[in-house]
C-alpha cells in the first residue's frame, strides 16, 4: 500500500488546491476512531440509519431465498450487519470487504463466533477498483450491502462509476445502499466538525500515516481540521489547515504550505431521493424501495440489478 500512498500523496499535495484521497484515512487508528465517531450524539446519520434497518431488513428478507449471499461493501466494524444476517431466511455467506485489512480480520474474529451457519469470507480490497468475489454465490443468490453516507464521498460520476463495478461484481442481485440528504448547515458542522473532537484526529491521523508509512515529518498540530459547506453539488468538505507557513519531507520531495493553505481530506457528498435514484438508474439499478424516518434525512434505497 505504501508505494501507492506515496504516489498518490505526491499527486495530490502538489495540485492546486492540495488533496488527499480520502480511502488513505482508512488504517486500523482511523477505523477505530470512525467507530468511535458513530457512537457520538452529534454524527446522526449512524442514529438514524440504525432505527431504519430493523424495517428495512424485515422488508428485505421477504425478497430473498434462503441460503443468500450477503456482500457488504465498507463493512468497517460490522456492528449493522447483524440486523441483516438476523432477519434473512439462513444467510449461506458473509463477504465483507473493506480496505483497512487487520480491522477488518478483527471485525470479523469478533462476529463469526455469533454466527456459527454463516460463511464468514473477509475480503481486503479497494472498491474505488474493480472487484471480484472470492467464492461463488449460496444457493440463494447474492444481496449487496452499503451502509453509511459511503456513497457520498465519491463525487457524483465516481458514484455512478461505483456502481457500475458494483453491479459487475453482485451480478443479478438485490443492493441495500445508504445516502444521506442533510441540508441543515447546523447539523452537518456538529456531526462533520465537531463529533467530540473525534473528527479533526480522524482526518490529522492521515498525517500521522505519511509520517509512518511514506516517510514525512508533517508536524500535525501545525493542521486545523475545518469543514466547508458548499453547493452544485451540495457537500460537505473536510480540510486540514496550516496555521503557519512550513515545508514539510514527503519520501524524497518536499512539500511547502503557505499560511491558511489546506489540503482536502474528504467530501461528503449530500443527495435527495430523487437525485440517487437517477444516478442508480443510469448504473444500472433499478430502485425497488425507500426507507426514510418522518424527519429524518438518512435513506436505506433497495435496489435492483436491470437485466
Ligand atoms: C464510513 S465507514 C462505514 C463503516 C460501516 N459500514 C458503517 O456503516 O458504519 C467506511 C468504511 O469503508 C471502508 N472504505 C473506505 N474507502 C474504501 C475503499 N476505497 N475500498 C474499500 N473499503 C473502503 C473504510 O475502511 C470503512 O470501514
Redesign the pocket.
Known sequence: MSDAFLRDALAGLTAVPKTL???Y???EI??DL??RI?HSADYY??AQ?TALLPQAAADVARQVRPGVTVV??????????RTLLDALPEPAAYIA????GA??EAAIRRLAPDYPGIAMVPV??????P?TLPVQAGPGGILG??????IG?FDPSEAGRFLERARKTLGPSLFLV?ADGTADPERLQRAYGAADGLMAAFHRNILTRLNRECGADFDTDNFRHQIRLLPDPFRVEAHLVATRPETYRLGAHTIAFAASESIRTDTSHKYTADAFQALAREAGWQPRALWQAEGGSFKLHLLQAQD
Open positions: 484521497p480520502g480511502k484515512l482508512w488504517d482511523g477505523s470512525f467507530d458513530c446519520p449512524t440509519e457488504e461493501f465498507g463493512s468497517g466494524a460490522s456492528r449493522k450487519i470487504i473493506d480496505i483497512s480491522y477488518l481486503c480490497a479497494d472498491y474505488s477498483k472487484v450491502f452499503y451502509p453509511g453516507t459511503s464521498n445508504g
